[in-house]
């Protein structure tokens, strides 16, 4: 007797064991910033959350390459605030004689800074850029130094150098797909910057040249909620794209550098928006949140907090003894940061220990249930086998 409840229940543990292998539902992977298998035309290639700064996905975002023209979101955004945009500007005979796409400018044409950025950011006019360069610095090569320096400052980059206002190829002019991110992040916040890189058309009355600029960036069309912001080109960088793009209260922004040709950098650009409009949700931080760090210290948010995660993804939380909160995925990859205030006039009360949370939380009961579900189905459909086997083992005796 004690041999055969043995023996079925040996049995049943194959056969248990066998059913789960082969009929419960395979676990979905869990899904994070690295994403590094995405079949990409690009070279290098960012995608952020442009309220917050979040990196949602990067390929050699830190790989430094020649940007082209979407320099002139650095030297437009610098000229926005650095100098008048009421100013009037006389052309000198070195902006007209530079090389690649213009505005035709001709020497001592007086005309407005404002002018001059529309035409350099919206036509690509590497001519303007020369000239607001000279307008602000006296030269290209002190303005580029002014440039490097003001942007550094106001973005903390530390892995780009410009060496001219315009893009054009120099050896010692480079950026990153990441620094350029930020770069937008920055510049998209004024509001004359984001008027100018969102304008499709813009009517141009010059000295030699009276036209239609239009933008460069066929996004401005062909993709639902883009604003902005420049595209660019020269043999050694490849193309290169910067797009920034709203639905529904989210903003983000693209950088692909050193795709081998402009349908590239739109396919690839929008496959990176789309994924960050379609697959990520907002997670809140409360202020009345509070998190504990190893030295016991406990810390709050001034305001509420927003951070972007692929949906059904779990996070941890991680507070180090100088009161910066990380947020980790599940692989312990930094995907949110943020820095708390030390909590005051709150002692003794309870401080809630926050290590991890999910958006799939409200359904662990129904997972449970689903679990005791298939262990009781399961049980039954070995009972079922056994027997089965069983009975067929006794005819084969007989």
Not at 251 to 262: F, G, H, Q, Y
Not at 334 to 361: A, C, H, Q, V, W
Request: glycine share 6%; with cysteine.
């Amino acid at each position: 007797m004690i041999n055969d409840v043995v023996c079925r229940s040996k049995w049943k543990y194959i056969i248990l064991l066998f059913v789960c292998m082969t009929w419960l539902p395979t676990a979905a992977a869990g899904v994070d910033k690295d994403t590094s298998d995405m079949s990409l035309h690009s070279e290098a290639a960012v995608l952020i959350d442009a309220k917050t700064g979040q990196v949602l996905f990067e390929k050699n975002g830190e790989k430094q390459m020649y940007p082209a023209s979407i320099t002139k979101i650095a030297t437009g955004i610098m000229a926005i605030e650095k100098a008048n945009l009421n100013d009037k500007v006389t052309i000198s005979e070195n902006a007209t004689e530079v090389e690649g796409t213009t505005v035709y400018l001709t020497e001592d044409e007086v005309m407005p800074l404002k002018q001059l950025v529309e035409g350099m950011l919206i036509n690509s006019g590497n001519d303007a850029g020369t000239a607001i360069a000279e307008h602000i610095s006296q030269s290209e090569q002190e303005f580029s130094k002014e440039l490097t320096d003001y942007i550094m400052k106001k973005t903390g980059i530390e892995d780009t150098n410009f060496t001219n206002p315009h893009g054009l190829f120099s050896e010692n002019h480079y950026s990153t797909a990441e620094d350029m991110a930020k770069i937008t992040q920055f510049a998209m916040r004024n509001k004359d910057f984001r008027d100018i890189v969102s304008t499709k058309t813009k009517e141009w009355k010059g000295e030699e040249w009276e036209t239609e600029l239009r933008n460069h960036n066929q996004l401005l069309w062909d993709y639902e909620g883009a604003n902005g912001v420049k595209n660019g080109y020269v043999t050694e960088s490849g193309y290169t794209l910067v797009t920034s793009a709203k639905r529904d209260g989210r903003e983000l922004i693209v950088v692909v550098l050193k795709a081998d040709s402009n349908s590239y950098a739109y396919e690839d650009t929008t496959t990176l928006l789309n994924m960050g409009f379609d697959e990520f949700e907002e997670r809140t931080l409360s202020e009345d949140d509070r998190y504990q760090s190893p030295n016991k210290t406990v810390y709050t948010l001034h305001d509420d907090r927003s951070f972007l995660t692929r949906e059904g993804t779990n996070v941890d939380f991680e507070v180090n003894d100088k009161g910066k909160l990380n947020i980790l995925d599940k692989e312990g990859n930094n995907i949110f940061s943020t820095y708390l205030s030390k909590e005051r006039g709150k002692l003794g009360t309870e401080t809630k220990k926050r290590t991890k949370t999910t958006p799939m939380d409200d359904n662990q009961e129904t997972k449970k249930n689903t679990w005791k579900m298939w262990s009781e189905y399961s049980s039954v459909v070995s009972d079922t086998m056994y027997y089965h086997l069983q009975y067929m083992m006794n005819i084969k005796n007989l």
